[in-house]
């Protein structure tokens, strides 16, 4: 099968197109023939080598694949054979023409929804959506998605509305872009310090930030009395380490910061909201949106795009 893998890490240019044999599945694994792969954020946090150790050079990259089983485990029913589902890789394994996913981990696809959708919202919709439940975000909260223009961001937007919030505020890199999410429901549109827009609240009772990076500690301070802010991503990099002072400076308000990752979810609980967001998008309640569809072989060139701030939603590769 041909593969992804990291030569090099660090640029982009450091991500090899290689042949590798077929993998096995182990007892309770499945092989899948993958139609689509998606490219998070956190694939090119690994690339990056910003995570530290552990990664070994020659890694494939990718986490989140659709497709069909073609092989199980022996632990596996073998009626799993032919199914199509979306599945979880791990850190390691998704970009490659057969990918190996843990049963528990691959989750059946109803019909209607393309495999390259659901690589757009599998990871990312789950996610927005237990981070809001993390955040208690509510009706009549003012909510802001920090980093809103990819697929966690833009489902976040989506979700907020539909749970009632009184506004979404949304930072993002330019105002094309802002209008683009505008068209999700944001309410209003921030550049990326947090500032652009008179009308905006200046505190929030949620802020959902996918960013990460040094101003984190900047947008703590635009937390109401008793805000929530929830860190799901570090596409920026990791805060300063001294960010925590934020919050003992305005003690008396209350404020919170959490991380979140799917990795604290119930795995039923988890695919079972997953399964959801699938039939979501079917019906047209949550829209997948996909930046651009590319070879398994130019994943590279998508790297470097979402290095360069150019990517809104997701790039799916194919094989």
Do not use: C
Not at 135 to 162: C, K, M, P, Y
Request: aromatic fraction near 6%; charge should be negative.
């Amino acid at each position: 099968m041909r593969a992804m893998t990291v030569r090099e890490f660090g640029a982009p240019s450091g991500m090899e197109l290689v042949d590798l044999p077929a993998p096995k599945p182990e007892a309770d694994q499945v092989v899948i023939r993958t139609d689509a792969m998606g490219i998070g954020g956190v694939d090119a946090v690994i690339r990056r080598g910003t995570l530290g150790g552990g990664y070994p050079s020659g890694m494939i990259l990718g986490s989140e694949v659709a497709g069909t089983i073609v092989e199980v485990g022996a632990d596996v029913d073998q009626s799993r054979i032919g199914q199509r589902v979306w599945a979880f890789t791990g850190t390691s394994g998704g970009y490659a023409e057969l990918a190996v996913a843990h049963i528990g981990d691959a989750v059946a696809l109803p019909d209607g929804i393309p495999s390259t959708d659901a690589v757009a919202l599998g990871s990312a919709a789950t996610v927005a959506h237990f981070a809001l439940a993390h955040a208690h975000a509510g009706r009549g909260d003012r909510v802001l998605v920090r980093g809103a223009a990819g697929s966690i961001g833009i489902a976040a937007i989506e979700l907020t509305i539909q749970l009632g919030a009184a506004t979404v505020a949304v930072t993002t890199s330019s105002p094309d872009r802002g209008r683009r999410l505008q068209q999700f429901g944001a309410t209003h549109v921030l550049d990326r310090a947090g500032h652009g827009d008179a009308a905006a609240p200046t505190e929030f009772d949620v802020i959902v930030d996918i960013a990460g990076g040094p101003a984190v500690p900047d947008f703590i301070d635009r937390l109401a009395p008793n805000g929530r802010m929830v860190l799901v991503g570090a596409v920026s990099g990791f805060p300063p380490a001294d960010f925590g002072m934020r919050l003992m400076q305005s003690f008396q308000k209350s404020r919170s910061v959490a991380t979140f990752s799917l990795a604290s979810i119930d795995p039923g609980e988890r695919d079972m909201a997953r399964f959801a967001s699938f039939e979501a998008a079917v019906r047209g309640d949550l829209h997948p949106v996909i930046d651009a569809v590319m070879p398994l072989g130019e994943a590279a060139t998508a790297h470097q795009r979402m290095d360069d701030g150019d990517v809104f939603g997701r790039i799916v590769l194919i094989p």
